[in-house]
């Protein structure tokens, strides 16, 4: 606790990667690219997927497991799915080790090899649409809303914590339908359950729109995305819903009987978020002290610290303290008592600071001849001296209004960093000196995407869903636009 | 539906395959000992992770997640343990692929070759003591009470789904503790709570013991274990919790500062329960027509079928069933209302047996008159006529009645199964007609175990912690013996 943070505004990338650390989130492993999700990241990770996993449930969503490995040959069926991911894939070749001649050690075993090498999974479409080949037979086996929490793989060569790690975790959701609009619908359906989760859970407010085809998925027909922004003017795509069409089910040769006797081919979506929410959610709201959590995440909504010279006093405080502990927790609220005698008030308070804790209630030996508590807030470092009979309504009020605060925070900072642009001079200087979401023409193009990637790093995040179309031209080449769409430099 | 189940005394193990797949469960997938797990079996693993984790986190473990990969040579750092895992790893070797000359496929890139083998983790000790030795500098940081919920795989040459697969799912803990005694206490306690699951949970009655020197886990110093009996006769390994002394500390160096200000090597427990816990649920209670499943862990602890000639009747008892669903909800039961009208009720009925869904309900136009309701038990195949008025308070007792009723059942078979020999001859004959565990004396040494394992196919189970301690002679030697243990063939 004793050394501070990197500022954000020193260094905005040594800040995050500092936090992580420090806050006890995740820390690199000793395997190149792979991390370790300390148990406080953990925690949070957990609440994200309980949130999650309850309104995909809600909407009949079933949760199952599929193989880690895909058998090299079921990657090469849809072509462009197969161009996205081969570059980035850890292969099995051999199910065995042995001791090695020397006796110093273990060396993989040539006669081990693999027929057939495997892949580990980096998304699961392949080896889930061979099995759906096997499920799906008539339009009464449809629709199927199949979700999976996993670990997937995919070989990145710049890895940071959480927002780009060879291993993360995710869920993968993948249905069937019997019809290209019930599939658009789930694709949809599934796009507002993520932007939700991000407004409502993690305090995040989030533009909901298309991928161009440069960005989309491979192998998808649309891909429909959220995007976030960050602190430093960068945007972060936080999840991402395709509709896949026919594709998968073409290239697994998984028909259906319709109510009409036909055997046609089954739509699909896949859909997922991972751990680099959690990136997301540190970057979206912490400052230079620590991480700010927004309560319905926090692990720990509360802290209560004793302020105490003796035993006695010690005492004391705990007994007024077990009963308030007790009033908060009926309420659903999740608060620590900190009464560890090895570490001091300050270095406590400092600790909860960096770790986010919402709310921080300090009671001394003058608190209780006064009948009084301190309460802290960790979002505006805010201090009130609160009466302990109302302490608990207090909390639960509070608690409510420092996650309505921390949204309405990071959407006025979303909200004056879009800016529309109509000269590609504009655009590279909103770019460099304000950074954020750039509204600007677009003529349609790969080609322009490209170049204007090439010219300036940024990309397309999305073509939004809302807001006005207004006609144009292109902010580069200046050739027939039918609408602004949303630019920024991404992580 | 149409097809029965093989009869378990036909081909005990085909019944078994046969019912894992028609039940729903799981199936094998297009990869090499791997499954599927489908909803139905994962909803059952979902409550079995629910009230593990909960009884984790009550004796004050937290989650965590560590990589899936293995660095080479963090295995050969603790000699047995890589002896006992070396011949069954998954090795990956690349990390891309490229397309092959022949433009027909994507082949293994030989530019993209590791320098160092990654193993798919079988166990991840050695990974996770690695991260601990950053973790731990003084006895403050200890006891450090983590758990995993992650894959693993294990290369098994003949495998079966649930028992014995190439990936499994599992939790594994890792704790570390500043002395020895403590270590041993979290090694027993971990123990009671696995016990305590199955039994009270899965409904499984387990004996608790010690493994030998033969059976123990790659790297510990004991293994405790729970061991069940299924209904073929042979026993089946539950769930294994290891006290690992310093080895692990000794092989990654992992020390801490004593309270007396010494550098002391940290102790250590490992524990694990795994999804062949649900090959033990299902070969505990089935029965020929289907799964027989304890209320505790029923995804459907109650269905509801309809009886109707009319679309009037059907309104009718849907009306009269809305009522009782949301009285069973309250009351925190689980209750399926099947009015699919593509399906009849014999269909439904048989589907529901087969799914082992503890009670089921059938309502029509009669019930309606006489305001009554018949109630099927799926572990007696009883059925009662309940008034409808009576029908939640005789729900929630029947389900009460059943988890009972099922464990007592398992138990008395357990019970009856359990012989004491006192020659080979009969230890023999016993193995062979009658099954199940043996009581018998063995001179402690691993060349009689071996030998014993080698002639018959029984393995020790356990030494068992409970029960009387008597002294007598070693059933294969004659040797002196200072107690008995338990012997079995086992899955």
């Known amino acids: 606790m004793s050394k501070k943070l990197t500022k954000r505004e020193v260094d905005y990338s040594k800040w995050y990667n ?3 650390v420090r806050a006890d989130l995740a820390e690199n492993s000793g395997v190149r690219g792979c991390m370790v999700i300390k148990p406080y990241g953990y925690a949070i990770w957990e609440k994200m997927q309980a949130e999650l996993d309850k309104k995909f449930k809600e909407t009949g969503h079933e949760n199952a497991y599929f193989p880690l490995f895909i058998p090299k040959s079921y990657f090469s069926k849809e072509a462009s799915h197969v161009d996205g991911f081969a570059k980035e894939c850890a292969v099995v070749t051999h199910y065995r080790l042995k001791n090695s001649e020397d006796g110093k050690g273990v060396v993989v075993d040539p006669d081990a090899k693999l027929e057939e090498e495997l892949i580990v999974r980096p998304t699961s479409e392949t080896i889930i649409w061979d099995t759906y080949r096997k499920w799906i037979e008539s339009y009464r086996d449809l629709p199927l809303l199949i979700n999976q929490w996993a670990n997937v793989v995919r070989w990145e060569m710049r890895t940071r914590l959480f927002l780009r790690t060879a291993e993360f975790l995710w869920q993968e959701g993948h249905t069937a339908h019997a019809t290209e609009q019930e599939a658009i619908n789930e694709a949809e359906l599934i796009l507002e359950i993520y932007a939700d989760f991000a407004e409502k859970y993690m305090a ?16 998808a027909i649309e891909t429909y995305c959220i995007e976030g922004l960050m602190q430093d003017g960068k945007a972060l795509q936080a999840g991402t819903s395709h509709f896949l069409g026919q594709n998968f089910a073409k290239a697994f040769d998984v028909k259906f009987t319709s109510k009409e006797g036909k055997q046609e081919f089954v739509w699909a979506t896949s859909w997922g ?32 610290v004793p302020i105490y010279r003796n035993d006695e006093q010690l005492d004391t405080i705990s007994e007024k303290v077990q009963n308030i502990v007790k009033e908060l927790r009926k309420r659903g609220v999740s608060v620590k008592f900190d009464n560890r005698s090895t570490h001091k008030p300050g270095w406590k308070f400092a600790e909860y600071e960096l770790k986010g804790v919402p709310l921080r209630i300090a009671i001394g030996p003058r608190d209780l001849e006064e009948g009084t508590l301190e309460v802290a807030r960790r979002d505006t470092l805010s201090k009130e001296t609160v009466s302990q009979e109302n302490v608990v309504d207090y909390v639960e009020k509070t608690l409510a209004e420092i996650q309505e605060s921390i949204y309405k925070k990071a959407l006025d900072y979303r909200e004056s960093h879009i800016t529309k642009v109509d000269t590609f001079e504009e655009f590279k200087e909103v770019l460099n000196t304000k950074g954020g979401f750039i509204l600007a023409h677009w003529d349609g193009t790969s080609e322009t995407e490209d170049k204007i990637k090439e010219l300036t790093k940024a990309t397309i995040r999305c073509i939004p869903l809302e807001g006005e179309i207004e006609e144009g031209k292109c902010v580069l080449t200046g050739n027939k636009s039918a609408r602004r769409v949303l630019f920024a430099k991404a992580y």
Chains 1, 2 share one sequence.
């Open 18 to 20: 500092e936090l992580v």
């Open 204 to 219: 995040m407010p989030v533009i909901k729109g298309l991928k161009t085809e440069n960005e989309r998925f491979a192998g």
């Open 273 to 304: 978020v991972s751990t680099r929410l959690m990136g997301a959610l540190i970057m979206t709201h912490s400052d230079d002290l620590g991480l700010v959590l927004p309560p319905n995440l926090a692990p720990i909504q509360v802290v209560i």
